[in-house]
């Protein structure tokens, strides 16, 4: 599947056409097909080449992390499922029927029923998938207003913010015909940022000032570009600045992936105790049952 599509990026490349436009059938997300426009505007493809190739190489490296971390937490969880399923399907009802109903507590009762035991056998995996779709439906707003989730947004927004503006400062652009050709083509969070950080600018108010109101900058950053403006290097400063920014971030996920590794062990704990005590329950009551 991969080949054809190289051939046609090559096909448009000997056809003259622009970096962006060239690596249009890889289906980038928009954020990085944005920074080939930005390479575009800039004439400086294969810099803004190099930060996409860096991105994608840490979303890669990250996926490969969390997996490698999160695989035996999978392998056990599922492991207790099956043991839960055989359980609830053929030793559940077993004991149940070594037990007189007189005597079984009234919520028991309901799952005497044959239909019972499918219905007990399957509602992790039903609770799973209500989970799942409840997540889902969550607005990505709210999700990214996390804790632990905002220092990383911030810190991506201002890698992005660095590489575009120090891109077109670089090239010898204004602040203004930067701010102005990065409305276009960006997803409603940036275009609002932009926006706003051109009106100010536009108004007197000082860069970093509007940076810092907006608080999406982080505020490294913020104070870099005061610097950077009084000495009249705000391109350079800021390229250099996006190379610290891709590091803060690498940093900053696999800290929260380290986060990630005992919340699954503490999900395996409570799962191991929830189907030691449902194991335990129904042998007490036929226990209960024998005659001596």
Request: net charge neutral; no cysteine.
């Amino acid at each position: 599947m991969l080949l054809p599509v190289i051939e046609d990026i090559k096909v448009r490349l000997e056809q003259g056409n622009r970096l962006s436009v060239a690596l249009e059938p890889l289906a980038l997300p928009a954020t990085l097909q944005q920074l080939l426009h930005v390479g575009d505007q800039t004439e400086r493809p294969l810099m803004i080449l190099k930060q996409v190739i860096r991105l994608l190489e840490l979303e890669s490296q990250m996926k490969k992390k969390f997996w490698k971390m999160a695989r035996y937490p999978i392998v056990l969880a599922v492991s207790l499922l099956l043991l839960f399923m055989f359980y609830a399907l053929y030793v559940f009802p077993s004991l149940l029927d070594m037990s007189n109903p007189e005597t079984l507590p009234p919520f028991i009762l309901p799952l005497l029923h044959p239909a019972a035991k499918y219905l007990l056998a399957f509602s992790p995996l039903l609770l799973f998938i209500v989970s799942l779709l409840t997540f889902r439906r969550l607005p990505l707003n709210r999700l990214m207003q996390l804790k632990m989730i905002q220092k990383i947004v911030r810190l991506y927004y201002s890698y992005l913010f660095t590489i575009e503006v120090g891109s077109f400062i670089d090239a010898g652009f204004s602040l203004e015909e930067a701010f102005r050709s990065l409305e276009q083509g960006q997803n409603s969070k940036k275009k609002r940022m932009y926006g706003l950080l051109h009106d100010r600018q536009k108004n007197g108010q000082p860069l970093s000032e509007a940076m810092q109101e907006e608080n999406i900058i982080d505020v490294e950053t913020v104070g870099l570009v005061h610097i950077a403006r009084e000495s009249g290097d705000l391109g350079t400063l800021l390229l250099e600045q996006a190379t610290l920014l891709h590091e803060s971030i690498e940093e900053e996920i696999e800290k929260k992936l380290l986060l990630i590794e005992p919340i699954l062990y503490g999900g395996l704990t409570v799962m191991t105790g929830t189907l030691f005590l449902i194991l335990y329950y129904p042998i007490q009551l036929a226990i209960q049952q024998l005659p001596f």
